[in-house]
T-cell receptor, first 114, second 113 residues
Framework: EAEVAQSPRYKITEKSQAVAFWCDPI?????LYWYRQILGQGPELLVQ????????DSQLPKDRFSAERLKGVDSTLKIQPAELGDSAMYLC????????????FGPGTRLLVL | AQSVTQLGSHVSVSEGALVLLRCNYS??????LFWYVQYPNQGLQLLLK??????LVKGINGFEAEFKKSETSFHLTKPSAHMSDAAEYFC???????????FGTGTRLTIIP
């Protein structure tokens, strides 16, 4: 069964450093989402891509976060510089297209900022 | 704007007992409703979804949920709890034309042997 891949699974960094997370969606899925899940809370959408285009990044802190999906396949989420409050689980999800209501989630990257 | 409220951040049930996890939604348009399960340090797995077809939805692992428009609810149930059901459960809402998921704060289910 096809799955969403994410790496790394765990990342520890110091504040002010740069970090990057990678996501490879299920093959053929045009829509890709990045969520942030703070401990004890539900996931919150950071950015949504349709192919290589950003559809929604209204909740992305653009002063320090960036996301790209250059070829419309895999995606990278970057934080620079990292802050203590960025400690969270970062989840990637994909769906066949934006009209498909079901999203398939990867295992996530747990980030700890010291 | 759409939102979901999950009543009870922690629920404990005995093994073999009924599981009931509550979710109420708010939406100005007909909603799509979802239940996801998350095991420790893992991503979210879809349990079941309602997308305006049958109001009683059956999912994986013996779970089901009923959409009640009059009560704006979508509660998750399972007749007999198993130890493997211990996890965090999230209710989420979206709607046709805006597939962005809005999640509740989650309910941690503990199973007592």
């Amino acid at each position: 069964e096809a799955e969403v891949a994410q790496s790394p699974r765990y990342k520890i960094t110091e504040k002010s450093q740069a970090v990057a997370f990678w996501c490879d969606p299920i093959s053929g899925h045009a829509t890709l989402y990045w969520y942030r899940q703070i401990l004890g809370q539900g996931p919150e959408l950071l950015v949504q891509f349709q192919d290589e285009s950003v559809v929604d990044d209204s909740q992305l802190p653009k002063d320090r976060f960036s996301a790209e999906r250059l070829k419309g396949v895999d995606s990278t989420l970057k934080i620079q510089p990292a802050e203590l409050g960025d400690s969270a689980m970062y989840l990637c999800a994909s769906s066949p297209d934006r009209r498909q209501e079901t999203q398939y989630f990867g295992p996530g990257t747990r980030l700890l900022v010291l | 704007a759409q939102s979901v409220t999950q009543l009870g951040s922690h629920v404990s049930v005995s093994e073999g007992a009924l599981v009931l996890l509550r979710c109420n939604y708010s939406s100005s348009v007909p909603p799509y409703l979802f239940w996801y399960v998350q095991y420790p340090n893992q991503g979210l797995q879809l349990l079941l979804k309602y997308t305006s077809a049958a109001t009683l939805v059956k999912g994986i692992n013996g779970f089901e949920a009923e959409f009640k428009k009059s009560e704006t609810s979508f509660h998750l149930t399972k007749p007999s709890a198993h130890m493997s059901d211990a996890a965090e459960y999230f209710c989420a809402v979206s709607y046709f034309g805006n597939e962005k998921l809005t999640f509740g704060t989650g309910t941690r289910l503990t199973i007592i042997p």
